[in-house]
């Protein structure tokens, strides 16, 4: 009986902490939705806001160490987000046509803070749409360790349509 009781607690326990580490909310922007974990803190780009809501949201881990990103305007509009910081270094960029996109994936480093950011810029071949999904990480252990969330993000993103 005791023993019983000590193995139910034990999986209620178990299920708390994995309910707990599965927890995801989800996001809704003007022109997008997107999963991230519940712990995660939203932040909109200031000027990347339109009237019917956030254009660029970063999705940033309690500590700091990751950060999601999605750019998801109603047409093309551009965002300086991609673009270098100053200081920073371009570790690669490569583009490649497909179908009716342009994918750009570029790779930029902050040496002051060791901190890399890769995007995945997709761009219609019209030149009508634009995504820009990124990750920016602490260290390759940070990248390693999130990398399985930030594809279930990717998976979760909704485009809308006007």
């Known amino acids: 009986m005791i023993r019983t009781l000590i193995s139910a607690s034990l999986l ?10 599965d927890d995801w909310e989800r996001y809704e922007g003007a022109w997008f939705a997107a999963d991230a974990p519940a712990d995660f803190r939203a932040q909109v780009a200031a000027n990347a806001t339109a009237d019917d809501g956030p254009m660029t949201v970063r999705f940033i881990a309690p500590d700091g160490d990751v950060a999601f990103f999605i750019h998801a305007p109603l047409w093309s509009t551009p965002t300086s987000e991609t673009d270098g910081a100053e200081g920073e ?40 749409t634009l995504t820009v999904y990124g990750i920016e990480y602490a260290s390759t252990e940070a990248l390693m360790q999130w990398r399985p969330a930030y594809l279930r993000f990717l998976k979760s993103v909704e485009r809308f349509a006007d």
């Open 89 to 128: 270094t371009l570790l690669g960029e490569r583009t490649a046509k497909t179908g009716r996109t342009q994918t750009t994936w570029r790779t930029c480093r902050d040496p002051s803070s060791g901190k890399q950011r890769s995007y995945r810029i997709v761009r219609g071949n019209d030149g009508a």
């Open 12 to 21: 209620l326990v178990f299920a708390a902490l994995h309910a707990s580490a």
